[in-house]
Structures are given as structure tokens and as C-alpha cells.
């Protein structure tokens, strides 16, 4: 009786415990350089206009001289509503409507800040740190929306810092590397059926939808990485550069608690300690930037996010109790982006470009956590320097996403049976503004 219970319970709480999803592909924060969000990304892993894209490929730092400093932040505002849903529960437990609302908007939205600094140790050799959330979510539903009993709220707060290092090896080649600290912090609630578990379990007095009660999980830790990268300048109006971050496994540290447990199931949904486990995946980034005039960059783009790597959601017990495990069968995905650079002349530095930012989700297996689907990015932005030490960029981009498909069903044995099957379609959309200031000294 507990195993089927607790990796109901689990696995819809968890379904995003380490894999928090936002504004690129799956769980994957792209908005890491504000200068850079002013060509969709394109060419950032051959060095932007900052010493922002050492995120990207550390081996850029070589590009930039003296000391540097960059902080900015992104205003992330996504929406995603759902239209058309319906929920029933398993035709074994009577397949009857789950009612409540459609949820409302589930995006909610949040400041990104960004945080660089170098120092030049020879005009060869640099030194970067810098401070990011390459992943992260907040989304939330009301709780009589029929979902609830896969998603309520889910919150994930993930924060990057890293020392980089740079080296000018030889007039054309560069070559970094960064140490990774990755900190994770979580939380994720649904609402649990316990009328209707009850009624699996055919114990007298229950029904489906009699009675709702609420799970609840908490989780933090940190983790280490690396990211490396390759700068290649063949002439001085040409650069390659290649860039790779590492994937990064945890296992939070955690726990679990429910709220409005009868009586009868109190042994079965027990607060205690949890350690979801899953996995971050890592991406290989080209960048080319060309100076086709002296006024005119153009830069393209194009990474592979090895989403593979996410398989699953594990989640062990304190209590000894089985694991529970939520597959997640997600793809390895592309972003390829196209962008360029104009300097009209003066103090000012205007960008524009495009992007194409596949899902690794699919119709059959995307949750309401994660309503992901392909995006396209339109961007533009400028920079203004105000002095020859101090320059200001700012930046918009509108995110065209397409609509994404909700399918799951509850099936004996299946991971939702006790969730109930869900259908629907997620409008969504995403608008960011970002600001930065840079200083040169």
C-alpha cells in the first residue's frame, strides 16, 4: 500500500525538484547578458560586447583589456494560460470530472540579476568571477484549478558562482575554464486526492474527490561544475568560439509534509526526510562573429542542450520505503540564433537579432510545472557609452511560443493514476526587458 502512494504523492511534487524550467528550452535561464539579449544570444560564444560572455566561454575574457566590471538584470514577464482543459479521474476510480478552474495565468514574474568582474593579470592572462541562476521557475496555479493534483506552486531558486581563468596562448588561439558552485533551493506543493486514494485502496467511508489535502516539499544544495571554452581568431575581423558547461547531478537534501491527512492514511503520509534526485543536463555552444565593416558585426549561434541527460525524477525516503521515480523521456535540443552589431558612430551601439529555441519536451509527456514548447526570439537593444569608462545597455526581447499540448492520462499503475487524467492547451508568451551598466578601469 505505501509504494504506489508515495510515488504518487512524490513524483507530482517533485516532477521539477532540480529541474526548474523557464524561459529557454525545458528548465534552461538563457538571460545571462543583457548587451547579448540585443542579438537573441548570436555569436556570444565568440565574445560579445562585454566581458558578460565569459558565462558562455570563458576563453572570451582575452578579448577585453584592463579591469572590468558588468552588473545588470533581466525583467522576465511570461504568461501561460491554459484553454480548453478538461480533467477526469481513472475510469477504475469512476472516471469522474475533476471540476475547479483553468488556474488562471501560471506565469509569475521575476528579476534575473547578472554579475561579472575581471581583472587582467598580463595582457594575456585574465581573471573573471562571476555570479548567475543558469536555471530556475516560478509558476503557480490557484488551488481549485484541475490540475492541482499535479501542480500547485513550484518555486526554484538556483544561484552560480564561479572563478574564471583565461589564457592567450598564442596570437589566435585562446583557451579558460571556470569552477562551478551551483546552489539549489526549492519549493513545490500539489494538492493529493485522498478520497481518492482511499477508494484505490478500498477502504470504507472514502470517495474521489471527497476530500483534498496538500503535499508539500522543500529542498537546497550545492553542487560543484566546470565550464571550458576554446577562443579561435584566424584574422582580426574573425572569430570561432566554442564553449561547453558541464551537467551537474544532485540530490537535494529535503524534506516532506502534508497537510489534511485522515486519519485512516496517516501511516502511509508521514512528514519526514526526502532526497529527490535528478539531473542538470550540459551544453556545447559555436559561436562566429565577423566584422564585415568597421561599423558592422555579424554573429550567429548555435547550442546543443544535452536534455537527454534529465531521465528522471528519484526520490528516496527517510522512512525506507521504495523510491519514487518519475520518468521524464525528454530530447537533446538546438538554439540557433542569427544577429548583428552596427556602431552608427558616436556613443552609440545598436544590435538586433533572432532565434530558434527548440523544446526537449513532447505532447505526451509535458506536465503543467513545465508547459514548454518551441519559441522563436525577437530582439533588439543598444548600448550608450557615457564616458569612456562607464557604458549602459539595454535590451527587449518578445518570445513567440508555440502552443503547447497537455495529454496525460491516468492509467493503472501509471504514474497519474491518482492525479487523473488532464487535457489542454498552454498559451504562452514571454516579454524581457534587461539593463546593465559596465565600467572599465
Same mark, same amino acid.
Given at each position: 500500500m505505501q509504494n504506489p502512494i508515495h510515488r504518487t504523492l512524490a513524483c507530482s511534487s517533485l516532477v521539477l525538484a532540480l529541474a526548474p524550467a523557464a524561459l529557454a528550452s525545458g528548465f534552461q535561464l538563457r538571460e545571462q547578458s543583457p548587451s547579448a539579449q540585443g542579438n537573441s544570444y548570436a555569436g556570444i560564444s565568440a565574445g560579445g560586447s562585454d566581458i558578460g560572455s565569459m558565462f558562455f566561454n570563458p576563453a572570451t575574457l582575452? /578579448? #577585453?583589456?584592463?579591469?572590468?566590471? +558588468? =552588473?545588470?538584470?533581466?525583467?522576465?514577464?511570461?504568461?501561460?494560460?491554459?484553454?480548453?482543459?478538461?480533467?477526469?479521474r481513472a475510469t477504475t476510480l469512476g472516471g469522474s470530472a475533476i471540476t475547479g478552474t483553468s488556474g488562471g495565468d501560471a506565469g509569475r514574474s521575476a528579476a534575473l540579476p547578472v554579475l561579472y568582474a575581471m581583472w587582467s593579470l598580463s595582457p594575456?592572462?585574465? !581573471?573573471?568571477?562571476?555570479?548567475?541562476?543558469?536555471?530556475?521557475?516560478?509558476?503557480?496555479?490557484?488551488s481549485d484549478w484541475i490540475g492541482r493534483y499535479h501542480a500547485m506552486k513550484s518555486t526554484m531558486t538556483i544561484v552560480e558562482v564561479a572563478p574564471n581563468l583565461a589564457w592567450r596562448i598564442s596570437p589566435k588561439w585562446s583557451v579558460g575554464a571556470a569552477v562551478v558552485a551551483r546552489h539549489v533551493d526549492a519549493t513545490l506543493s500539489n494538492a493529493v486526492d485522498f478520497g481518492a486514494v482511499g477508494a484505490a485502496y478500498r477502504i470504507p467511508g472514502f470517495a474521489p474527490g471527497a476530500q483534498d489535502g496538500v503535499a508539500t516539499v522543500k529542498g537546497t544544495q550545492w553542487r560543484p561544475g566546470y565550464r571550458v571554452g576554446v577562443l579561435f581568431e584566424p584574422r582580426t575581423d574573425l572569430r570561432f568560439g566554442v564553449g561547453y558547461q558541464s551537467a551537474i547531478d544532485f540530490e537535494l537534501k529535503g524534506d516532506v509534509a502534508y497537510q489534511g491527512v485522515p486519519a485512516a492514511l496517516a501511516a502511509n503520509f508521514r512528514d519526514g526526510a526526502a532526497t529527490p534526485k535528478a539531473n542538470q543536463p550540459g551544453t556545447a555552444s559555436l559561436g562566429i562573429a565577423w566584422d564585415a565593416t568597421p561599423a558592422l558585426t555579424l554573429e550567429a549561434e548555435a547550442a546543443r542542450t544535452f536534455w537527454s541527460h534529465f531521465k528522471e525524477i528519484r526520490i528516496t525516503f527517510a522512512s525506507g520505503q521504495a523510491d519514487s521515480v518519475t520518468p521524464e523521456y525528454w530530447k537533446d535540443s538546438w538554439f540557433l540564433a542569427l544577429g548583428l552589431t552596427w556602431? *552608427?558612430?558616436?556613443?552609440?551601439? +545598436? %544590435?538586433?537579432? !533572432?532565434?530558434?529555441?527548440?523544446? *526537449?519536451?513532447?505532447?505526451?509527456? /509535458?506536465?503543467?510545472? =513545465? *508547459?514548454?514548447?518551441? /519559441?522563436?526570439?525577437?530582439?533588439?537593444?543598444?548600448?550608450?557609452? !557615457?564616458? %569612456?569608462?562607464? &557604458? !549602459?545597455? #539595454? &535590451?527587449?526581447s518578445r518570445l513567440f511560443v508555440k502552443d503547447a499540448n497537455l495529454a496525460l492520462t491516468a492509467t493503472p499503475g501509471g504514474p497519474d493514476f491518482l492525479r487523473g487524467t488532464i487535457h489542454g492547451t498552454f498559451r504562452n508568451r514571454v516579454d524581457i526587458f534587461a539593463l546593465q551598466g559596465r565600467l572599465t578601469f
Open positions: 582575452t /578579448r #577585453f583589456q584592463g579591469n572590468a566590471l +558588468v =552588473i545588470g538584470a533581466s525583467q522576465i514577464q511570461p504568461s501561460a494560460k491554459l484553454e480548453g482543459g478538461s480533467a477526469t594575456d592572462l585574465k !581573471v573573471g568571477f562571476s555570479l548567475n541562476s543558469p536555471f530556475g521557475l516560478t509558476s503557480e496555479y490557484g556602431r *552608427p558612430g558616436g556613443a552609440w551601439t +545598436v %544590435r538586433t537579432g !533572432v532565434a530558434l529555441d527548440q523544446t *526537449p519536451t513532447t505532447d505526451t509527456h /509535458r506536465t503543467p510545472r =513545465i *508547459p514548454d514548447a518551441e /519559441r522563436t526570439w525577437a530582439s533588439a537593444g543598444a548600448g550608450y557609452a !557615457v564616458t %569612456r569608462a562607464f &557604458s !549602459v545597455d #539595454f &535590451s527587449y
